[in-house]
């Protein structure tokens, strides 16, 4: 890790000094670098990316350590020591790699169509050492050592900004490739650019565009580079000719060479994208980027970023700070704002559209995200929940139902379920406002009624469980839905429905179904009612071809947190629940057949995927509450690491960053459109929450640290407290909860109510 602590130091400096920032600069404490490794001893990645991004943009311009980035996700390995190019738009932390748009990198010497020549020796990519590395919200810094240039990369809403110095003076090139993507043939589909065109506009101005089809089906997207100085040649490589000069080229396969004379004074490119026209990304760079002035862009960057970071005020250690806002900074990356600065977006038909707001978002991993990032933004997101929810609408007008996994704007019927549904219903019940109700009923009903991947309604219905024989991965889909039709009941019931509340709970119910008393767990069925042999408990399922998803039976036998109740009833009472919970992350055995999701475990808990997450939580329902905290503390502290190799898994747009979050706060959405935050281990000293009414809300836990992880006494505004939740209403109205912490269980808190 001596790499890393350098890092850590250039960091340090870049921020202004080793000692606590002034209280508004909240950047000071983010480290982008956090969860960029791949695994090691300790740990996966958690696929995260270092380069600079604005809150939800669309540009999220980083470098890439592999010529074809697939692994990790992100395009970038803290454990790799080559760069091949800076592209404008990435992933965070998801589980499939996609993006990549428009690679940009300086080298010198002959020009190199290729990132290396094992014949000659050569090509455009570049050794680095993280010595040389540096980032912040909104900023990122590299020595190239191959062409001995120091790369600075900022960015806008819309735009991208590089800069880049040679001491020396000498000539040097930009290599321009809209080829660079992941693998041309993966395991799961093919990627590849199906048509793509760059120009010359000027000696100063370059713009292109790709279509191509990968994760999401087919995509768009433009560029216009204006560079501070000009180029005194290009060069165009369109497949195997070469064109040379050249003023425009059309190809699948396009690379551009721009070459400039020697100078002392840093070259800076100017580089606005759009997912819509050529016109949007001249629009959008001129809206966002004024001149060539890196220094305004990167300060503007982290104006932004401090913005949005100062929703909490914490206190606690060096390393909680950092953990904690580099989570905050992770949640607030997606989804993305596909828009142009005038509202345009290219709907999920690939018709022309625009958004009012000005905001269209993407980039929804709602397997993922459902279950604690999305109740964190209605938290500290307000009027973008709002936003959120309002885009995914307009693919339920566009395309029928809500979205699965939606990249770019296409649905990519990634993962299963529909888990808009719990996002909307959630923010229906705590009333957010800017949302039109009555037609996200109509949105949530019909995505709970029209069969799509992942969402067999019709053969549940006929069955009243899911046939494994008929529909794989079938309980994990099974029992996934069932939340989703609680969630779906609850808004018909509130709104009046009452045919539709009757309907939807009772086909919440066909869980039961798949639970096998002899065993103890959910398990799979045919279309004959039997069950699904050889049966193993600790058989990791993928997507596709056993009853689960990317989990095992143990990991999938308590996802019923509509109703936990009726689970434990299932299993012969509190007792027996209790007891399989401390079987549960006890039980030291390998699961069988496992994948790369399977990862951070605790016995059979594994935090590395998000079936797991609310877990721990569940002894809330138990009279031994105290065993929740001493698991959420043993998370906190083994699972997160102010390190490269600081998660248990990939970060799934947020998804990891808001357990985090709402688990160093003390409480977290084991349902999470009921409006119940259960509690865990309070580990801050003291956190206050902005909230978007203008109210406060603090938490202080006393005496926390060390071995004092559990809850001796609560107060919330100065009375005792005892619950072992507490409710987003009593969050809204501002006010101070109160941890007392200690060494030993408080076993008073068998007595005090339970969640609803």
């Not at 695994?39 to 604005?54: A, K, R, T």
């Not at 370059?206 to 433009?222: D, F, K, M, N, Q």
């Not at 982290?302 to 949640?331: C, I």
């Not at 001796?712 to 109205?733: M, V, W």
């Amino acid at each position: 890790m001596k790499q890393y602590a350098a890092v850590c130091a250039g960091l340090s400096l870049l921020l202004g000094g080793t000692g606590f920032a002034a209280k508004s600069d909240y950047v000071h404490w983010v480290n982008p670098f956090i969860g960029t490794g791949s695994m090691d001893s300790l740990s996966l990645s958690g696929s995260n990316f270092p380069g600079p991004v604005v809150p939800f943009g669309l540009v999220q311009l980083s470098p890439d350590t592999a010529e074809n980035p697939e692994n990790p996700c992100s395009g970038y390995d803290y454990a790799d020591d080559t760069i091949y190019g800076f592209s404008h738009t990435h992933l965070s932390g998801t589980g499939v790699a996609d993006l990549f748009d428009f690679l940009f990198m300086p080298f010198k010497g002959d020009r190199c169509w290729a990132p290396s020549d094992s014949d000659k020796g050569k090509g455009y990519s570049s050794k680095f050492s993280h010595d040389n590395e540096a980032a912040e919200p909104g900023y990122y810094r590299v020595f190239l050592d191959g062409p001995q240039v120091q790369a600075e990369l900022t960015a806008t809403e819309h735009c991208g900004v590089h800069r880049y110095s040679d001491k020396k003076g000498e000539p040097f090139s930009i290599m321009i490739d809209l080829d660079h993507s992941l693998d041309k043939e993966r395991p799961y589909w093919v990627c590849r650019v199906i048509d793509a065109q760059i120009r010359v506009v000027d000696d100063h101005t370059i713009e292109g565009y790709r279509a191509l089809t990968g994760w999401a089906s087919e995509r768009r997207v433009y560029f216009r580079a204006e560079f501070s100085r000009p180029f005194a040649s290009t060069a165009v490589k369109a497949g195997h000719r070469i064109f040379d000069p050249a003023q425009i080229g059309n190809h699948k396969n396009l690379k551009l060479i721009a070459s400039f004379a020697g100078s002392k004074e840093p070259l800076t490119v100017n580089v606005g994208l759009s997912s819509v026209s050529y016109q949007g990304a001249r629009d959008n760079l001129a809206a966002e980027v004024k001149g060539f002035d890196f220094d305004a862009v990167r300060s503007a960057a982290k104006e932004k970023w401090n913005k949005e970071l100062s929703v909490f005020d914490v206190e606690g250690t060096d390393k909680q700070k950092m953990l904690f806002y580099t989570s905050l900074y992770h949640l607030f990356i997606h989804p993305s704002n596909l828009a142009d600065v005038n509202g345009d977006y290219l709907n999920c038909n690939g018709t022309l559209c625009n958004a009012p707001d000005k905001a269209h978002y993407s980039t929804f991993s709602l397997w993922d995200t459902y279950r604690a990032a999305h109740p964190l933004f209605t938290l500290t997101q307000e009027k973008r929940t709002a936003g959120f929810i309002n885009s995914m609408l307009r693919q339920y007008t566009d395309y029928g139902y809500l979205p699965i996994w939606q990249l770019w704007g296409k649905e990519t019927y990634c993962m299963i379920g529909n888990h808009a549904i719990p996002v909307i219903v959630d923010a229906y019940f705590k009333q957010i406002p800017g949302v039109d109700y009555a037609l996200a009923y109509e949105a949530v009903k019909a995505s709970s009624t029209t069969v799509h991947p992942g969402s067999p309604f019709n053969i549940m219905e006929k069955y009243k469980y899911l046939p494994e024989d008929i529909e794989t991965q079938s309980v994990s889909i099974a029992l996934e839905v069932a939340f989703n039709d609680w969630c779906a009941a609850q808004m018909a019931k509130a709104l009046g429905h009452d045919a539709d509340y009757r309907f939807f709970m009772e086909r919440a119910g066909y869980y039961k179904n798949l639970f096998d008393p002899s065993i103890g767990f959910f398990r799979g069925k045919d279309s004959e009612g039997k069950w699904i042999e050889p049966f193993s408990p600790l058989k990791y399922g993928g997507n596709g071809g056993y009853p689960f998803t990317e989990g095992n039976a143990w990991q999938y036998l308590w996802y019923v947190p509509q109703d936990v109740y009726g689970l434990r009833d299932l299993f012969g009472g509190e007792k027996q629940f209790s007891a399989k919970l401390d079987e549960f992350f006890t039980l030291d055995a390998k699961p069988d057949d496992v994948n790369g999701n399977a990862s951070g475990f605790i016995g059979q808990y594994a935090h590395g995927n998000e079936p797991s997450h609310h877990i721990a939580y569940l002894y809330n329902y138990t009279k031994t509450p105290w065993k929740a905290q001493a698991y959420v503390a043993k998370i906190l502290d083994e699972l997160y690491l102010d390190t490269p190799y600081g998660y248990s898994g990939n970060e799934d747009c947020g998804q990891m960053s808001a357990w985090y979050i709402f688990s160093a706060l003390g409480f977290y959405p084991v349902n999470p459109a009921n409006g119940i935050y259960c509690f865990g281990s309070p580990l801050l000293k003291n956190a206050a929450l902005h909230l978007a009414n203008g109210n406060t809300f603090s938490v202080r836990a006393e005496n926390a640290g060390k071995d004092n992880v559990y809850i001796q006494s609560i107060t919330l505004n100065g009375k005792p407290y005892q619950k072992t939740f507490i409710t987003h209403r009593d969050i809204e109205a501002g006010g101070e909860l109160v941890f007392r912490m200690g060494s030993k269980p408080n076993k008073a808190m068998a007595e005090y109510d339970k969640p609803e």
